[in-house]
């Protein structure tokens, strides 16, 4: 098999996880074998997914689960980019989060503490009325407020279930104050990391995700091409209805291919 010629001329593809590379535990057989297909070629793959809740490592152990040998430096969590936004800002962090975003933060050198100069919120299945509150607290005495993204919901066995932007809500409540900062996707700030980490021009890169108001509206906010997949969350009958549309729409990562 060979890439169509339409999509030789990029050397960097941008993918998201849920929906294009698994289902929540379940591996999109089509997916595995095109990612492999594009490895053999020289090609970089990279993935961007807004999950905090889990480590690079974490993602790595769930790549190689389903046959793909990913190393840490080529997964992209709003995790791992808010660890790298407070590193290079030399903030400390309060966090409202998961055991995932913790470790993340500390192997990035990131002292995580209760007096912080910065909050960090992200999707916790632990949250409580003390999180909450002591967030807003330190967010009114002027700590930098971080969102890690704004995802409203997540998909579960169960369906819809609140994602990190309910706890952001609640958190912009009680403080009084928006994000100062929001990391993950449609945000361009996990795009732009990709970029600088892997050095290939924007106009080499692709960003092939499941979700318009996420992966293709982020990739259009960095100057990117994009793709959409129809294996996740959009349906073809959903495309076309506004304004966002992506530059290339296929019904499998396979189709990448002839």
């Known amino acids: 098999m060979r890439l169509k010629r339409e999509f030789t001329k990029y050397d960097l ?99 995580v503490l209760d007096d912080a100069e910065s909050v960090v919120v992200a999707l916790d299945r632990g949250i409580n009325y003390e999180k909450i509150a002591h967030a807003s607290m330190l967010i009114r005495n002027g700590a930098f407020f971080i969102a890690t993204n704004r995802d409203a919901t997540i998909p579960t066995e169960l369906g819809e279930m609140p994602g990190a ?16 900062i929001i990391i993950g996707k449609p945000e ?33 906010r960095s100057g990117i091409d994009s793709l959409l997949v129809l294996t996740g969350v959009t349906k073809k009958n959903g495309v076309g209805k506004g304004d966002l549309k992506p530059m290339f729409i296929v019904d499998s990562l396979l189709d990448l291919f002839e």
């Open 165 to 180: 932007g309910a706890l952001v809500a609640a958190v912009e409540v009680a403080s009084g104050k928006n994000p100062d």
């Open 13 to 111: 593809f941008m993918l998201d996880c849920d929906g294009v590379v698994w289902r929540g535990e379940s591996p999109i057989n089509s997916a595995i074998k095109a990612i492999k297909l594009l490895e053999e070629m020289g090609k970089e793959v990279v993935f961007i997914t807004n999950n905090a809740t889990q480590s690079r490592a974490d993602y790595a152990r769930k790549f190689a689960r389903f046959g793909l040998h990913i190393p840490t430096n080529r997964i992209y969590t709003s995790g791992y980019g808010t660890a790298i936004f407070l590193r290079e800002n030399g903030l400390t962090a309060y966090i409202v989060g998961e055991e995932g975003l913790r470790r993340e933060l500390e192997e990035a050198g990131v002292i």
């Open 188 to 220: 361009p700030y996990l795009f732009k990391l990709a970029l600088e980490e892997s050095g290939v021009p924007r106009d080499k890169a692709l960003v092939i995700g499941d979700r318009l108001e996420t992966d293709i509206l982020g990739a259009k």
